[in-house]
């Protein structure tokens, strides 16, 4: 065999391996995807009635649609999650995303603004927690988007459940102000 030969038939060689290999790492992937551990993990969803949060101006008073300095909006949210079978507990992270808006002309600003996560069985909520976005506007910009990570959240299934019969939920914590203005405009986040 002519040494171009060889190194071709080297270089078909590694290619093959090459291949082979990721088709071991593809069929990896695929079967965690396809796993049921996906369909073990609690689901989580934005609750629409607090979905958007108009930021009333203090000074002017809420439910004035001129008073309203930004309006915010949960966008997407994604988790993952560690089970842990023989104790019927899932560990989840999530990824909150989110939009905000406001009317032309502005400065920088920025704004904390509150959020929960709440474990719901059968639409009972067993635990809340309170975490804060940073919304920030750069000078001019009418609109910022982002997201923010929850590190943890623990599902602890009660006797007879499993973690997938949980649900993470995930909205603004408004005031009543702010839902009576959602209620009265139809502000929901489809």
């Known amino acids: 065999m002519r040494p171009t030969h060889r190194i071709l038939v080297a270089a078909v060689c590694a290619v093959a391996v090459t291949a082979l290999g990721g088709c071991s790492a593809y069929n990896s992937v695929a079967s965690y ?3 049921d551990k996906a369909e073990l993990c609690p689901d989580a969803a934005i609750l629409a009635t607090t979905a958007s949060l108009p930021a009333f101006d203090a000074k002017a008073g809420p439910a004035d649609p001129s008073s309203i300095l930004y309006t915010a909006n949960l966008t997407f949210v994604s988790t993952r999650c560690d089970l842990d079978k023989k104790e019927h507990r899932a560990d989840a992270r999530l990824k909150v995303y989110y ?4 009317s032309p002309g502005g400065g920088e600003a920025t704004y904390k603004v509150p959020y929960f996560v709440a474990i719901s069985n059968e639409g009972n909520i067993s635990a809340k927690k309170l ?8 000078n001019g910009a009418i609109s910022t988007k982002g997201e923010d990570t929850v590190d943890s959240t623990v599902v602890k299934a009660a006797k007879g459940k499993e973690p997938a019969e949980y649900r993470l939920v995930v909205g ?7 839902l009576d203005y959602n209620k009265k405009i139809g502000q929901y986040v489809q």
């Open 99 to 102: 939009e905000a808006t406001r």
């Open 131 to 138: 975490y804060w976005l940073t919304i920030t506007f750069e």
């Open 33 to 35: 995807i396809g796993s």
């Open 172 to 178: 603004f914590q408004l005031t009543q102000a702010q």
